[in-house]
């Protein structure tokens, strides 16, 4: 007599469950960075106005939902990670799901900012000559990189609260702290370095000759590589 074993679900199955059960939490994928860009939003209309300025006037307060996505990244992992753990899904499957995750909300913003520049262009800047979403040098190269240049952004704050989270599974607090310590310290050296050799207009003219792509593209390899970083955390992490 021979007794009969389930076949094993697919691991796209799998995965997408993991995009399901991150999803459950709508109000702090959904709802929050929405309120966030319309508070944002909100603030800048009030802002334009007093900017003294007969041309045009920028008002960058609404990058605020972007840097909201660290703090999602975050809640990817501490929130859903020990659930995932309960449902017998792998730490692959994890994190495969939720940069899926991830990407399809990246993409849902950087759309959202598109809208929300075609809407600057048509109205004039909303009647004032202001600007929220659409910046001039974004758009340089077309409308298909800008909203690229949102997309890259968002993704990469996503995947650095992500990826922060998971040190803080793994190995605490204190690595997080000291990860922070560490890089603040590399970025106040490398701007004390290039300000003390005099190095700000190769620097500058550098960053003209290989373009917003160039730097767009560059931007998604480094998140590719934030990624991988996250995975190589992950496969030790604990609940």
Known sequence: MTTATAAPRPLTNRTLGVVRLQLINTQSLVWVPLIVLAGA????????????????????????????????????????FPFSQAMSITRREFFVGTLILGVIASAMM??????????EVLSD????????????YLFESGWIVGWLIYFTVTMFLFVIGFWMATIWKRFGTFAVVSIGVALALLVTFAIFLITKMQWWVAVVTWFVDIGVLGVTLGGLALTAVLALGTYATLRRATV
């Open 125 to 136: 800047g909303y009647w004032m000559n202001g600007h929220i979403a659409y910046l001039p």
């Open 41 to 80: 939003v909100a603030i800048s209309l009030m802002i334009i106005p007093l900017i003294p300025f007969e041309s045009t006037r920028i008002v960058g307060s609404a990058q605020a939902p972007l840097w909201y996505f660290v703090a999602l990244g975050v809640q990817a992992m501490t929130l859903a």
């Open 110 to 119: 950087a759309s959202i900012f598109i809208l929300l520049a075609g809407f």
